[in-house]
């Protein structure tokens, strides 16, 4: 049975990874971290990792940015393999989260979901030939109002699968309200929507002269990623040191 840490647990995404934990094979949520305990949990829950002396196998983290830095040297220091699910990283927090792979496994993806994961393969594919042929790539993703980061981390790993493609010939555009100038045709445009109670939505859209393509995916609930992020943790615990993504989870 793999023993697995809950680091925010008490969070909306932390609460909808422990209901499908609950419900899984040969995974168990053995302790909880979040600074608030309301006794909701089956499972003890600590105020930090610091004072968490239960033993596991792998930890799952759905928390804030703020958070990840202190996860990694605990991750390191106690050589438990860690899924980060938490976004907004920064550039230093990303490089932190290599040098850790040095150390033990990490498995970082910008969205746990076996949909957007497709996605990224297709708009991949789509961009050598319809980027090779000129079409315009603009990125349209919409999130709920408490979402903190804009772009999402789903739209920014959207557009650097279609920059790989195409040997990262294309910069990135967020605002044009600036710049009185024709549209560079070497732009991938990201625009952000904020609103209610909006779970995720993401188009990426190729528009060429007098026809127009679009990729969709629409989020439903939390439980796609919450389930994603199960999966990740089944097929991190054990694995040796490195940087792990959903493709990896995908293709094992």
Known sequence: MIRMIMHGCNGAMGQVVTGIAAEEKNIV??????PHDTGQNPYPVFPSLESCNIEAD???????????????DYSV??????????????????KKLEEAANHVAVLKSAN????VNLLMKL????AQILAAAGFDI????????????????????LADSINE????????VYDRSQVRKARDKKEIGIQSVRGGTIVGEHDVI?????EIVTFHHTAYSKAIFAKGAVSAAKFLAGKAPGFYTMKDVIDS
């Open 29 to 34: 949520i053995v302790a909880g971290i979040d």
């Open 58 to 72: 792998v930890i799952v983290d759905f928390t804030s940015s703020k958070a990840v830095d202190g996860l990694l």
């Open 77 to 94: 220091r106690k050589e438990i393999p860690v899924v980060v699910c938490t976004t907004g990283l920064s550039e230093e927090q990303m």
């Open 112 to 115: 746990m979901s076996l949909g």
């Open 123 to 126: 708009v991949k594919d789509a």
């Open 138 to 157: 603009e990125i349209l993703e919409k999130h709920h109002n408490k979402k903190l980061d804009a772009p999402s981390g789903t739209a920014l790993a």
């Open 165 to 172: 493609a195409m040997d990262q010939e294309f910069h990135y």
């Open 206 to 210: 190729f528009a060429g002269t007098d």
